[in-house]
């Protein structure tokens, strides 16, 4: 998969690009991951980005020409075609099952914006998907980009050190996951489930499921609606 990104912070997704699982999957060529700074598209001398927004109000508006070239730039750089998506909190709300779609897909080109929002026409003239990483207001899409390529890359073949791992992630089933235990066995007085330490591993799965299931029922009841699980429940 190639990843670009179109934003005015590049140097944000340094550390995090370059660390753990991140790290391997563009060492191994899993991802590749390109930055381009929009502001290297800008026209005039003071390398203008934004402007006021027409019929007033508060803030900046990132203006389409530089977004605009810089996209036609970036999409020049490789072949592969995938969904552009355009970082707000305007979008449709990210979940595990968008990262296993986007997944699939053999490029994504993210766009961050900054400011007050995009100019309309970026949406419209480039097609644009739209996603929010929830429902709050952060200073701008970097993070909500960094959040959505972590939770696509480790979903592709060979990211994971451990194959099985994301399946039994949370959310992966539509449940959150199963209570986790490691050495030691006891633990300021707190003992790890008898089950886990019976070697049943056909018992150890119907535990690991009861206790997925009460957990999300306390915790999130709203995925069991959705959980593709209920009718088995
Ligand atoms: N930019 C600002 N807030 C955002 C959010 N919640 N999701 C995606 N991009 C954003």
């Known amino acids: 998969m190639r990843i670009d990104v179109l934003t005015l912070f590049p140097e944000m997704f340094e550390s995090p690009l370059d660390c753990s699982i991140l790290k ?16 290297d598209f ?16 508060p803030g900046m ?3 389409p020409g530089p977004v ?16 552009v998506i355009l ?7 990210f979940d595990q099952e968008k990262a296993l779609r986007l997944s ?5 080109i993210l766009i961050s914006g900054r400011y007050e929002g995009f100019d309309e026409r970026i949406r419209i003239g480039l097609d644009a998907d739209q996603i929010s990483i929830g ?5 701008g899409g970097e993070l909500a980009a960094m959040v959505i390529i972590d939770a696509v890359v480790r979903l592709l073949a060979g990211a994971l050190g451990d194959e099985d791992s994301p399946k039994d992630d949370s959310f992966s089933a539509g449940l959150l996951e199963y209570p986790q235990y490691t050495r030691p066995e006891v633990f300021r007085g707190m003992k790890v489930p008898d089950i886990l330490l019976s070697g049943d591993h056909a018992k150890i799965a119907q535990w690991r499921r009861r206790q997925a299931l009460q957990r999300t029922e306390q915790l999130r009841p709203d995925l069991l609606g959705e959980s593709k699980d209920k009718e088995k429940k």
């Open 42 to 57: 800008a026209t005039d001398n003071y390398r203008k980005v934004d402007d006021k927004p027409y019929g007033g109000g």
């Open 87 to 93: 970082l707000t909190p305007q979008g449709q709300k």
């Open 24 to 39: 391997r999957a563009q060492d191994k060529g899993i991802v590749e991951i390109a930055l381009t700074n929009i502001r």
């Open 135 to 139: 429902d709050y207001v952060i200073s």
């Open 68 to 83: 605009f070239d810089c996209f036609e730039y970036v999409r020049k750089l490789a072949p592969q075609k995938g969904p």
């Open 104 to 108: 699939a897909e053999k490029r994504l």
């Open 61 to 63: 508006v990132m203006m």
